[in-house]
């Protein structure tokens, strides 16, 4: 059996006539995160959506585990942060993580969730009463709680002050630190940079480049310059 | 199975910690009841006391109402924020959602029903007996099968915006052109006729079968119209579910 956590086989996928994804080939390994980094627009949500079995390659293949994404076999496997506009507000951290708990055969106990995702103190709290980086972290708790070996992270910063992000960050690397593998979609350059083992730069539905941070940033200053520089010349 | 009763447990934790969506669709029925089957005291219809009929129109009418908001309008909300979707990630089997929000439907109908019972006995002088009460109960229940699938349709094809005034546009009228409201003999010929194309005026009348007050057609008829409207609401429902995977999963 492929033990690959995520394969991405010439993968596009069309909305209509717009081309969001155009041959896009990505493996993410054991233990590895992989930063997929792109602007808005650039086929990131899209990559994210067919790795989740949300959306259906146009031609190409997604694979997880060697298996298919939609499969609820393959879903035991995997754990995900959306961009969501909105979560049921009246019930409080601990249930929410009590319930999502319940869809997995083999869950994380509460308390190992609650201390991984850094919601200590908080589990009576309604989701609702929550600052913006307390509920991205509860995102996050019902992303891992029912043990993924992988874990997908859509722009799952988006919107937090420099603290809350870092606090994101420390429970990403702890994940890591399991040997376990995350997809995470960013434009915080800054955060690729912090997080990832590999950095995948999409353009328009496909990869301009791939390498270690280091390898991206190549002589540039900074990853940014290194960015734009590839932006530009694409 | 633990995935199913948790569901249902939060489902109801949900609506008793927001009282202003829960309560009005409790309680509506309940005062509009209070007003024309009580307060009012019309003329009978027939041979049966109003307080009498009124408890079945109504009762199915707040069974509507609660099928319509609770499954219809909450699924429209949770669809179009993102949060079914989340759960689809999820390896939670699809059905356990549908299922927890179809008892939620119920456990309302039920009370909506119970607190007709108790105006009516301690304020309209109705004197049901448990037999009865209890099959009143059981057919009025039953019943928001058909309301939570034309719920689910309204649902999947409303805008988390949209669908709390649809399903008003849609509840309201449908009630009144029923006789649910007013007795439907008391209503003009034409929309007697129209009627018989309503779903909430073979409930009604399967309630009336009940209480008394029915104009004796079928049982099988009404019970039919009911299982009808039960299959073509939930295609339309299921046509739904598959428009929103293939916009998605296209």
């Known amino acids: ?234 | 199975m633990k995935t199913y009763l948790l569901e249902i447990k939060y489902e109801l934790l949900k609506a008793l910690r927001m009282p202003q969506y829960s309560l009005p669709t409790l309680l509506f029925p309940v005062v509009f009841y209070l007003f024309f089957g009580v307060l009012f005291n019309m003329k009978n219809v027939g041979s049966v006391r109003m307080a009498e009929y009124l408890i079945a129109t109504y009762g199915a009418f707040g069974v509507i109402g609660a099928s319509l908001f609770g499954f219809g309008v909450s699924v429209a909300i949770e669809r179009g924020q993102g949060w079914l979707e989340a759960k689809r990630t999820t390896p939670m089997p699809i059905a356990a959602y549908f299922v927890s929000k179809l008892v939620m439907a119920m456990v309302f109908s039920a009370i909506i029903v119970l607190l007709l019972f108790t105006v009516g006995t301690l304020l309209g002088g109705v004197t049901l007996t448990l037999g009865k009460a209890l099959a009143l109960l059981g057919v009025l229940v039953a019943g928001s099968i058909t309301f939570c699938a034309l719920g689910l349709a309204l649902g999947f094809f409303a805008g988390p915006n949209s669908a709390a005034p649809i399903v008003n546009l849609i509840y309201l009228p449908m009630a009144f052109l029923s006789g649910l409201w007013v007795p439907i003999l008391f209503l003009p010929k034409p929309i007697q006729r129209l009627a018989l194309w309503l779903p909430p005026y073979h409930f009604s009348q399967l309630a009336l079968h009940i209480t008394g007050g029915s104009r004796g057609e079928s049982v099988l008829m009404h019970v039919t119209a009911m299982a009808a409207g039960a299959v073509v609401f939930g295609a339309i429902a299921y046509l739904g579910y598959l428009r929103d995977e293939g916009k998605t999963y296209g």
Request: some cysteine.
């Open chain 1, 1 to 234: 059996m492929d033990s690959t956590p995520a394969r991405f086989t010439r993968v596009t996928k069309n909305y209509g006539t717009v081309e969001a994804l155009r041959g896009l080939d990505l493996t993410i390994a054991p233990g590895e995160l992989v930063a997929l980094l792109g602007a808005n627009g650039a086929g990131k949500t899209t990559a994210v959506r067919t790795l989740l079995g949300l959306a259906k390659p146009t031609s190409g293949e997604v694979r997880v585990f060697g298996g298919d994404p939609r499969d609820a076999a393959t879903r035991t496997r995997v754990g995900a942060v959306l961009q969501i506009a909105r979560v049921p507000e009246t019930l409080r951290v601990r249930e929410h993580i009590d319930l999502f708990s319940s869809y997995y055969p083999h869950p994380m106990p509460m308390a190992e969730v609650i201390e991984a995702a850094g919601l200590q103190g908080l589990e009576r709290r309604k989701y609702g009463q929550l600052s913006g980086g307390q509920q991205k972290r509860v995102l996050f708790a019902l992303a891992i709680c029912g043990n993924p070996d992988l874990l997908i992270l859509d722009e799952p910063t988006v919107g937090l002050d420099v603290e809350a992000r870092r606090a994101l960050w420390k429970q990403i690397r702890a994940f890591i630190a399991r040997g376990r593998s995350v997809l995470l979609t960013t434009h915080y350059l800054a955060e690729a940079e912090a997080l990832a083992d590999q950095v995948v730069v999409i353009h328009r539905g496909s990869i301009i480049k791939e390498g270690t941070p280091r390898e991206i940033k190549g002589d540039a200053a900074t990853l940014e310059d290194a960015f734009i520089d590839l932006l530009e010349a694409s």
